[in-house]
Every structure is written in structure tokens, then in C-alpha cells.
């Protein structure tokens, strides 16, 4: 069965949305702000002979949106609309799952996933929300390549709709819930892994997630309610690539290490950067933070206090600075990270 894309929301670009069938309805006109996110792949930062931790990502524009599908009169419930591409709709979908190479951390040894954080959509009563006991699943599975399935299940976790939709404390539209494992995962030193999302199939409660328009390959599988696995491309004709981040921690060699205090909590993209620099921050609870940008001469170029930050997405421009390597401080107080930033416009 070919599932029909009918509109991809992407960012920058006004558009024309249809009704969900599980309760979720987006209003039509709706725009995404192009300052909400902005996401390049980030590279493992190593560390000296200790315990590093980074985000990986496989986003490569700044292109993201939901999607809708039209009308599927050969589906029962499908018509008039057929729901989100990469959420609940009416075909009973499962899970969404993006890959991950083990190239993205070969860096590291005895690499372990410590947690994942995804990108959900949500504007007032329009996408991710319902019971506030409805569940979404975290789940990592093996994978040899992004052409074949996910494999064997790793590990996984779950959060309430409650838990989730409580880190929307922004305006924006797009937010990050992190999902963290209670013992972390040994990640696979070859192939990789997927990280996928278990989203709820109970009408009304809706797990929308972000995907990168136009994506030059395929990374994204779903589960459909026959519990089979069927690539993104081949369903819906569209190449999927989620705004997915594995949180990854292993021994590195060389570097600057990053394994203690808000370096867990903190992540900088994209980097290298051509001006906009992201601050992607998912805190346990609210703190007053203090970020700041320095040149390689030690002087401090920007910085800016953030009170009762939570999980939140902080942009911040160095289009204005010239060509070079920068340092991203973070800082609550009591305790801070240190980050070296590229900038190359």
C-alpha cells in the first residue's frame, strides 16, 4: 500500500494544512518562523583519555516541517484526510524510527546511548498533546545501514503525553523533549542504530514529529499496524529524515572533554556555523542561565542571561563576526560548559 503525500509545513513558507483524523487539526495559512531551529549535522567532540558526550544529528538544511497526507478512500477512516506522515493517523502506524551510522561516533570506544531527544510540533491544540496519560515509546534498535530495517531491540523507555507536552514552554512551534535511559545502551561499534519513536495510536493523542524537507537520502523507517518495517521513501515517496538527537557518551583519546555537569544538558548547532548558532537546552528543572560567545583572543563578542530556563531552544547570531574559532560558554551559576564553535560564512 503507497501512501500519498499531500503537503510538507516547511519552514519559512506559508501553507495550506489538513485535519487529522485522530482528533489534532492543523489550521490553514499556519507558518512555521524560520528562526525556530536551525540544524546541521554535528560531529563527536573528543575528549583526553576520558568519558566524552555529544548529540548526533543527520539533518543537513534547515528545510524541517510536519507533513499531511490527502485523502485515501481505500482506507477505512482515511478519508477525508489521512493524517500526519510522521505521527498517529488513521493507518495505525507504530513507530518512526532514523538511523544512525556508527561513522558518526567511531571516535569513541565502548560507545553507550545515554538518551535521545526529539523534536515535536506543537501549536496551541494543533499537533504532539491528548490524554495527558496517553504514552510515546523511545526505542533503539540494531541497524547495518540505512537501507535495511531496524534490527534487534537495544533498549527503550517511555514518557506520558503530560511529561512531554510540559517541555513546550516556548512560543515556538517546534520543541525537544528528552528522553533519558535509566541505564544507558551499548551502542553498536558497526553499522549503527536506528532511535525510534513509539507514537500513541488512541484517537486523539498525537505525537507529530519533525522531518527534514527534501531530504537528499532516505533515512527514516515506520512500523505500520502489521508490525512490519517499510522505509519512509517507499511509503510515502518522499525521502524521511527525522529531527532525532542521540545523546552518546564513550572513552575518546584526543580533544576537549565534555562529560561533566550542563555539557549533558546543552547542546551547540550547528557547527560549524555560517552565523546562527542554536542552543538546544532540556534541563530537569528551571534554571537562570547565562550564555556568552568569545573570540580566540578572549574577547567576549555576545552574551545575554535567560531566566527560568527549562527546555528551550535559544538562537543566537554571529553573522556580524568575522571568519574563526569562537567559544560557547554556558554557564548556571554554579556550574558551566565550554564549547568550541567554527564560524565559516
Known amino acids: 500500500m503507497k501512501k500519498t503525500l499531500l503537503s510538507l509545513f516547511a519552514i519559512g513558507f506559508s501553507v495550506v494544512a489538513v485535519a487529522q483524523t485522530n482528533g489534532r487539526i492543523f489550521k490553514p495559512g499556519h507558518t512555521i518562523n524560520s528562526?525556530?531551529?536551525?540544524?546541521?549535522?554535528?560531529?563527536?567532540?573528543?575528549?583526553s583519555s576520558a568519558i566524552t558526550c555529544d548529540t548526533l544529528s543527520t539533518i543537513t538544511t534547515t528545510a524541517l516541517g510536519v507533513g499531511a497526507a490527502s485523502s485515501d478512500t481505500a482506507t477505512p477512516g482515511c478519508s477525508p484526510n489521512?493524517?500526519?506522515?510522521?505521527?498517529?493517523?488513521?493507518?495505525?502506524?507504530?513507530?518512526?524510527?532514523?538511523?544512525?551510522?556508527?561513522?558518526?561516533y567511531s571516535v569513541m570506544s565502548t560507545p553507550q546511548i545515554t538518551g535521545v531527544i526529539v523534536a515535536f510540533y506543537?501549536?496551541?491544540?494543533?499537533?504532539?498533546?491528548?490524554?495527558p496519560?496517553?504514552?510515546?515509546?523511545?526505542?533503539?534498535?540494531?541497524?547495518?545501514?540505512?537501507?535495511?530495517?531496524?534490527?534487534?531491540?537495544?533498549?527503550?523507555?517511555v514518557a506520558?503525553?503530560?511529561?512531554i507536552t510540559a517541555a513546550h514552554t516556548t512560543t515556538n512551534t517546534i520543541f525537544f523533549y528528552t528522553f533519558d535511559f535509566a541505564?544507558?545502551?551499548?551502542?553498536?561499534?558497526?553499522?549503527?542504530?536506528?532511535?525510534?519513536?513509539?507514537?500513541?495510536?488512541?484517537?486523539?493523542?498525537?505525537?507529530?514529529?519533525?522531518?527534514?524537507?527534501?531530504?537528499?537520502?532516505?533515512?527514516?523507517?515506520?512500523?505500520?499496524?502489521?508490525?512490519?518495517?517499510?522505509?519512509?521513501?517507499s511509503a510515502w515517496g518522499t525521502n524521511g529524515n527525522l529531527l532525532i538527537l542521540p545523546k552518546i557518551c564513550g572513552t575518546t583519546t584526543t580533544g576537549i572533554s565534555e562529560n561533566?555537569?550542563?555539557?549533558?544538558?546543552?547542546?551547540?548547532?550547528?557547527?560549524?556555523?555560517?552565523?546562527?548558532?542554536?542552543?538546544?537546552v532540556t534541563l530537569a528543572?528551571?534554571?537562570?542561565?547565562?550564555?556568552?560567545?568569545?573570540?580566540?583572543?578572549?574577547?567576549?563578542?555576545?552574551?545575554?542571561?535567560?531566566?527560568?530556563?527549562?527546555?528551550d531552544l535559544i538562537s543566537l547570531d554571529l553573522s556580524g563576526q568575522n571568519n574563526g574559532v569562537y567559544f560557547v560558554t554556558v554557564s548556571n551559576g554554579k556550574d558551566k560548559m565550554v564549547q568550541k564553535l567554527v564560524l565559516n560564512k
Open 285 to 311: 528543572t528551571k534554571e537562570n542561565l547565562t550564555i556568552s560567545i568569545s573570540n580566540a583572543l578572549g574577547q567576549v563578542v555576545m552574551s545575554n542571561n535567560y531566566n527560568s530556563i527549562y527546555n
Open 122 to 131: 506543537n501549536n496551541l491544540t494543533e499537533g504532539t498533546g491528548g490524554a
Open 183 to 233: 541505564t544507558p545502551i551499548n551502542a553498536p561499534v558497526s553499522g549503527g542504530f536506528y532511535a525510534s519513536v513509539a507514537v500513541p495510536t488512541t484517537p486523539g493523542d498525537t505525537a507529530a514529529l519533525v522531518n527534514q524537507a527534501s531530504a537528499p537520502v532516505n533515512l527514516a523507517w515506520e512500523m505500520w499496524s502489521d508490525l512490519s518495517w517499510h522505509s519512509i521513501s
Open 160 to 163: 506520558t503525553l503530560a511529561q
Open 82 to 104: 489521512a493524517g500526519y506522515v510522521y505521527g498517529t493517523n488513521c493507518y495505525g502506524d507504530l513507530e518512526k524510527a532514523n538511523f544512525f551510522a556508527a561513522s558518526m
Open 260 to 280: 561533566l555537569g550542563l555539557s549533558k544538558n546543552v547542546t551547540v548547532m550547528p557547527n560549524p556555523t555560517t552565523g546562527l548558532v542554536n542552543v538546544v
Open 133 to 157: 496519560t496517553g504514552t510515546v515509546g523511545l526505542n533503539i534498535y540494531g541497524g547495518t545501514a540505512a537501507t535495511a530495517a531496524p534490527g534487534a531491540a537495544l533498549g527503550s523507555t
Open 35 to 47: 528562526n525556530e531551529v536551525v540544524i546541521k549535522p554535528q560531529s563527536i567532540t573528543a575528549g
